[in-house]
């Protein structure tokens, strides 16, 4: 159990290395990220935002050209040790200020409840092709059924509506992928050494996910391992620990 | 170095009436047009901010 020094502590550490990737690529202008907490006995929930509140510029020869919004709602694990993300969300929008309609989104839910993935990316675009297929779509699924009644209603539908699935919760993309895309697809003023300031936080968060992985799936990570040569085995008496196919097969 | 703002339940509240305040009250209107990408830099910045403040106080 976390005390409510321990959760300031944590939510801290965490905030701070988000500021750390941001200042990687981005330079040391950018302004901390904010985390708030309520005060409590137990394990409450935790957000991290950027500051400001309107978004935080991303220029080109120092002219800025698109805004990154940052927002992570995190609970705990269940031991409540570590802060585990329940839902993140990353939206750019053109110009110097977060306003109106996103030009794209990564998102993320932990729990999904819905047909839609949980790790996904939202384009806000137009493309008359792909409109013209959503209004020809299936009314299986709750999205199907949804958007059919959405035109019946008269309501076009719109690409952002589309989730692109991203990996589910293991092998989605990190905070330092998007970054790195925004620099290297739309020429973000960047300072020296991002790539690998970028590449060194996109390594920490994958070994992490590998971690996870493997308590997702041990029976695999014990047969990978006895073939690089490792002997791997329970003590006498250990129940091996069950994979978790809930969360392999989640979309 | 960030900040950790550790808040009450009633300084949740109260900041979340008075972030609804900047932005004139009708919260229903301010969904209905986020929902519609019509919301200002403020406008746009105050939903956020009572959506994170509900994702606190929903615990």
Redesign the interface.
């Known amino acids: 159990m976390s005390s409510g020094g321990d959760l300031e502590a944590k939510a801290r550490a965490f905030a701070t290395d988000l500021t750390a990737t941001l200042r990687n690529a981005f330079g040391p202008n950018v302004r901390p990220l904010h985390a708030r907490a309520l005060r409590s006995d137990g394990e409450p929930p935790v957000s991290v935002r950027q500051t400001p509140d309107t978004g935080i510029p991303l220029t080109v020869g120092g002219v800025p050209v698109l805004t990154l919004t940052i927002t992570y709602l995190c609970t705990w694990d269940t031991e409540a040790r570590f802060l585990a993300i329940n839902a993140s969300t990353l939206k750019v929008y053109a110009g110097a200020r977060a306003s109106g309609e996103p030009l794209f989104r990564y998102e993320y839910v932990r729990d999904v409840h819905s047909d839609q993935a949980g790790a996904h990316l939202q384009v806000h675009g137009h493309r008359d092709a792909l409109t013209y297929v959503m209004t020809r779509c299936g009314s299986v699924t709750q999205s199907g059924k949804n958007l059919r009644e959405q035109i019946a209603e008269g309501k076009a539908p719109t690409m952002a509506q589309l989730h692109f699935p991203l990996g589910g919760s293991r092998f989605r993309p990190c905070l330092e992928d998007v970054l790195d895309m925004l620099v290297r697809q739309f020429g973000i003023d960047a300072r020296e050494g991002w790539r690998e300031a970028l590449a060194l936080g996109r390594d920490r968060w994958r070994r992490k996910q590998t971690a996870a992985a493997v308590r997702d799936a041990p029976s695999e990570a014990v047969a990978v391992l006895r073939r690089l040569g490792y002997d791997v085995r329970l003590p006498p008496g250990a129940t091996p620990p069950p994979d978790r196919p809930e969360r392999l097969r989640e979309l | ?9 009633e300084e ?1 509240r109260e900041r979340r009436a008075s972030v609804l305040a900047t932005v004139g009250g009708d919260e229903a209107s301010l969904r209905r047009r986020g929902a519609r ?9 105050a939903l ?2 009572l959506e ?1 403040l509900d ?5």
């Open positions: 170095m960030p900040e950790v703002e550790l808040m009450t339940v949740a990408y019509e919301l200002d830099a403020e406008e746009l910045a956020t901010e994170e994702y606190l106080l929903q615990a």
